[in-house]
């Protein structure tokens, strides 16, 4: 066995150990495939929480969702090489197994001790390997695999900058509800793009699940969590609830009475390029430059740009925004996981509900 297998054995038997009910661990395909269906001759629903790890209050929030709704909970964690970006942080992706473990032990004793009706009874964490059995899985466009492509939707806003990101998602998430089977699946409102994919992809592909958004969790700043916020860093994190407050000043330019794309968008505009400005009349030792990567008005179906918003249909209010490397770190400056070296994108967003 190798060392890293004899660690996680180790981690999940001295992590469960206390536990009424042990979570199981599973890494390859046929043992949960069996363990599935004892719970399906036992009429016990399962709720898929799907994440990469780097677990936080926002997942917790979805697996008490979750919870209320199934008898049992799955928890996938597998981060996904196929919808990252060739020039993207796979690499440098936070991997916290033990704590992630840690979390979702506690989380259960919670659980156990409340009025839940379910509980988490699976963590599903394979390994590359298992979840692309044939050939070895790529962030090239252009390369060989099983991929399943949702278009348009997967190639505007996120999929502009993201090529690959939403072919990565749709495929990998594909493959999870194929080997779980879930009655239900979790998705945070965060990722509204994204839930709206995987949406269309269970309808398309006739999938037997249904597919559960959560609200977003932030900050007490406004800020969304979002497992790469730990690169941030103090300096960055601060400018970080520009895009927020942006997305605000546009919401209540909607609640003003205005249902024009341009002047909703607006404010946000104006509001993100004074944050800019100002950055960069900091000196390079206490600024945080960053620029925006897009602010959208879609429609919430299919995330086609609108010009105006439809009273009957509501929109979707989005943007992203690009945090720059840190420059000039000062010593014993806090920068974030990897030193404040990379690139932090972020990204938000709010629905119009139709009856505003």
Known sequence: MSSRLKLFACISARAFSTMSAPINVFRDVGPLREFRRRLIYDHEGVGLVPTMGALHDGHLSLIRQAAEENSSVFVSIYVNPTQFGLNEDLDSYPKTWERDVQLLTELNEELEAGSARGRIKAIFAPTTKTMYPTLPPTSDPAGHGSFVTITPLGTLLEGVSRPVFFRGVATVCMKLFSIIMPERVYFGQKDIQQTLVIRRMVKDFHLNTSVRIGPTVREEDGLALSSRNVYLGARRRRVATTLRRAL?????????????RTDILQPAIDLTQSVAVAQEYLPP??????????????????????????????????????????EHPQDGEDCGLG??????????NIILDRAS
């Open 285 to 326: 030792g206490k600024r945080a430059r960053f620029e925006a990567d897009y602010f959208s008005l879609a429609d919430p179906d299919t995330m086609n740009e609108i010009n105006e918003v439809n009273s009957s249909r509501g929109a979707i209010l989005s943007g992203a925004i690009k945090m720059h490397p840190i």
């Open 248 to 260: 605000e000043a546009a919401e209540k330019e909607f609640f003003s009475g205005s249902r024009k």
């Open 339 to 348: 030193g404040g070296e990379s690139t932090v994108r972020l990204i938000d």
